[in-house]
């Protein structure tokens, strides 16, 4: 019984609650009863399909489309296959293409940035059938010496390609015949929401480096939340403290140092490592305001703009 999980929400039409349930039994009946855990959430996801499977795009905060398919490591079915991890899903409508395949070579290379360093599990999905794939994948990894370590997944008919918003809504075709000519790469946070999509057209292959920067940035404010980085952000650089607590919460939240320009721009250094990971329980948030934090106000350098500390908070001297 759904109703001793939850409710539907109000306004929301008979059959798309129905429809929920339907895919939830469906879901439930595949499943070992080990694996069925978190009922209620599961059947909010399932609401929020559909509820926008009319849509034009996934959405930042939108569940990661589940789907199971032949790839070239066995069967994958992405749910489970990503099992409370970071992932990262990149998607190309066809195979042998030469842009794709430098994506796919520089994805690999990445392994130990991607896969150790920041815990993401990767995936590929290409428009082609297995056989196919694994052809292409081995004139990859010898053109371009690398070794594809991780799953590409085969859709033959552009079904999965269809759930990502990669084939056309406004074509009365069959999908493959409707792709969208675009390649994307699409992260997922543990509880598989999407937190970025990077969507670019076939002609331009995907600026990788800039994806670990992004990768970094979220990663950090989603285990600080009241943390976000600035543009052109790198790891290191100083970061912004959310204006939605007081600065006498910023101020007992960041003891070690914070600068307050407005009550809406304020910095904070990132956390280390050890913050990040929680390895130690005595880390705290904000360890000082390095000198890349002056630089965002209005031109005014540490040269320029003395810095004291007044009641263990760090301050320009020109707004104490």
Known sequence: NLSLYTKPKKNMALTVSQNAEDKLSAWVDTRPSSAVSGTAELYDRLMSEDENKNCMSLQIGDYIPDFVAQSTRGEIDLHVAVDGAWSLVYICPRSFDA???????????????LSTELKVRRFAVSCDALPSIERWKKDIQELLDCVIDFPIIADLDAHIVKKFGLVRHDEDACAVRALVPASLLVLADPQRRIQLLIQYTNCVGHNFEEL??????????????????????????DVFISSDISFTQAKTQFPKGMVQIRPW??????PTEIDQHGDDDSATIGTGVSHHSHSLSGGRTQDDQALTIKDNLLLPSSLE
Do not use: C
């Not at 842009?99 to 520089?106: E, F, I, K, N, P």
């Open 212 to 237: 670990i920067r992004s990768i970094e940035a979220i990663q950090l404010s989603y285990q600080h939340p009241l943390l976000a980085t600035r543009a052109n952000w790198m790891s290191g650089d």
């Open 99 to 113: 842009v794709a395949s430098s994506d796919l070579a520089t994805l690999a290379k990445m392994s130990e940035e």
């Open 265 to 270: 721009f304020r910095l904070t250094s990132a």
